[in-house]
């Protein structure tokens, strides 16, 4: 047998599933030399070695492919635990704000849209960013201007909230006389005239009034996102909804497509939409819609529970009240979207229904109350390999830091949030005041405590690039910050690089149910493998950042090449 492809000539490097590092592979640590090559056969890793050894020289054949790396590092392809792709395709396809840098180039996307499409009647699309506007509430007249007058409305960067022009306020029936839903707020002007801006499910107002993409946009969608992760090395994820969300349509028909006819190439996870207003009457349907989930790389096995919303419009759920806008306290504590004591039923019946629980939770109420729910289903159905996580953790109560391990949760992080930017230090710290600010994104906390991490982007809330991620969780700055945003942000929570780099490999792996296969570099695991162009643990951790990806493949096959490779 000869293999199909060999990588040779670079430092090759796997993940230490025990200690969830990644670290070179060989005998290193022992004195002896550094694995440099991998052969592959029909999809698999079938030998690990120096280069030059025997093994992998037997197995190179004619017919085989070799790689050189040229110095060049190989790694266990990324993996995202939390990021919604076929939002963010659907997204690439309208008027796409994501990743303007300033107000005016996001204006300017918008007016070349809308001339673009004169006949369209709904412009719909999202990516602006909050601190953009005073309060980080857009009102609809300056929608109206750019616009034309048009029905207009785009969800904000972190798809919580939204902004309406008039006339889509209008065809949505919202006026003066409507009220705030439970789940969300309605910005207004002195008279009660809606502002523009709605925040959480107030947005669902307008989005359902929204016409729906076809399925075949969705899935030209989706295939845009897929091609855009595997650029950035990710070939496995956890779309963190798949449901209706926000007016955005349910993305499980155009996964099951894509799966069916072989053109989704990653490997997906599917977090069913926990609707909120339904309770356990949804069950029914989220045990068909497990079913149904099951095509090819697709797997529909988890749901996913958003228990609070974000600090910066004040509706994570915090133990104590935000500080309002004079500096004084608030009796605002935020929401919990299901109750507590809800919440701990609803999960106790999920586990034991088999299914993966996926949890949004960004204030120390809202994380206490999901560890809560963990902890109520392990005492009445026990332990098992549900691999249940929760995502954001943006502020912590240190006495639930040791919970994670103790109750076998895993940590799903967003690095790159943790650092100084205008939403953090103008739209967050001011309102939960200094204590709180100096208890986010604990990172380096849950993993001495022994909390095991997994993590992803949440693009399209920010970027989907595992590089600039990582970086953050080392550097705990953002790539090229200057001034005092280059200060770290909390640095004693930074993350080692062979810590981050595992928990972008074998952490999401496991949180995916994938690592019997994937996110390692092992014989007999599947040759998912990403090229960078330079070994990440040879610079300075401040140019981290700056490695890109040369090659992707899934099962030995290239889903990605760069031009240099």
């Not at 001495?448 to 693009?459: F, H, I, K, P, Q």
């Amino acid at each position: 047998m000869r293999a199909d492809l060999v990588f040779t000539g670079g430092p090759v490097y796997t993940a230490d599933r025990t200690r969830r590092r990644l670290v070179p592979v060989g005998p290193a640590a022992q004195g002896g030399p550094q694995a440099s090559a991998v052969a592959v056969t029909g999809g698999k890793i079938v030998a690990v070695g120096p280069a030059g050894d025997r093994g992998i020289r037997d197995l190179t054949g004619p017919a085989t492919e070799v790689i050189d790396l040229r110095g060049r590092a190989l790694l266990p392809a990324f993996q995202d635990a939390h990021v919604h792709p076929a939002f963010a395709g659907v997204t690439m396809t309208s008027c796409n704000l994501i990743g303007a840098a300033t107000l005016d180039e996001a204006l300017g996307r918008i007016s070349a849209y809308c001339e673009s499409r004169p006949a369209l009647p709904w412009v719909s699309g999202a990516g602006w960013r909050m601190e953009w506007f005073p309060g980080g509430t857009p009102g609809r007249e300056l929608l109206d201007r750019v616009t034309g007058g048009r029905a207009a409305f785009l969800l904000n960067r972190d798809t919580h909230g939204g902004w309406a022009s008039t006339r889509a306020l209008e065809l949505a029936g919202i006026d003066a006389r409507t009220p705030d839903p439970p789940d969300g707020r309605i910005e207004r002007e002195p008279d009660g005239t809606p502002q523009g801006t709605l925040h959480e499910g107030a947005a669902t107002l307008v989005g359902r009034a929204v016409p729906a993409a076809s399925l075949a946009d969705r899935l030209a969608g989706l295939l845009l996102a897929q091609a855009h992760l595997h650029a950035r090395g990710v070939t496995a994820w956890q779309d963190a909804i798949v449901g209706d969300y926000l007016g955005s349509a349910d993305p499980l028909p155009a996964y099951l497509a894509a799966a069916r006819s072989g053109q989704l190439t990653a490997r997906v996870q599917g977090a069913l939409w926990w609707d909120r207003d339904r309770g356990l009457d949804q069950l029914a349907d989220l045990l068909g819609r497990r079913e149904q989930g099951q095509a090819g790389r697709f797997r529909a096995n988890t749901v996913k529970i958003m228990q609070d919303g974000v600090a910066e419009n004040f509706t994570a759920g915090m133990i104590e009240p935000y500080a309002g806008s004079c500096g004084c306290q608030s009796a605002n504590r935020g929401l919990s979207y299901v109750d507590p004591a809800q919440l701990r039923e609803v999960v106790t019946r999920l586990d034991a229904e088999r299914f993966q629980l996926h949890f949004h939770a960004i204030g120390d109420r809202a994380v206490r109350e999901a560890l809560d729910a963990l902890q109520a289903a392990r005492a009445a159905n026990g332990r098992n390999d549900h691999r249940h996580h929760i995502a954001h953790l943006q502020v912590m109560h240190p006495d639930d830091v040791p919970r994670f391990a103790a109750l076998d949760v895993t940590a799903n992080m967003q690095a790159l949030w943790a650092a100084h930017e205008p939403q953090m230090d103008d739209l967050t710290m001011p309102f939960i005041g200094p204590q709180r600010s100096a208890r986010q994104y604990l990172f380096g906390d849950l993993l001495r405590s022994g909390a095991r991490l997994a993590a992803g982007s949440d693009w399209a809330v920010s970027s989907a690039n595992p590089l600039r991620a990582i970086h953050v969780a080392v550097n705990r700055a953002l790539p090229g910050a200057s001034g005092a945003a280059a200060e770290p942000f909390l640095p004693e929570q930074r993350l080692g690089l062979a810590e981050a780099l595992g928990a972008y490999t074998a952490g999401s792996a496991y949180v995916n149910h994938l690592d019997g296969e994937t996110g390692a570099i092992a014989p007999g695991m599947l040759a998912d493998l990403v090229v960078l162009d330079r070994d990440p643990f040879g610079g300075p951790p401040g140019e981290i950042a700056a490695t890109r990806v040369l090659a992707t493949c899934v099962e030995g096959e290239r889903v990605y090449t760069a031009a240099e490779l």
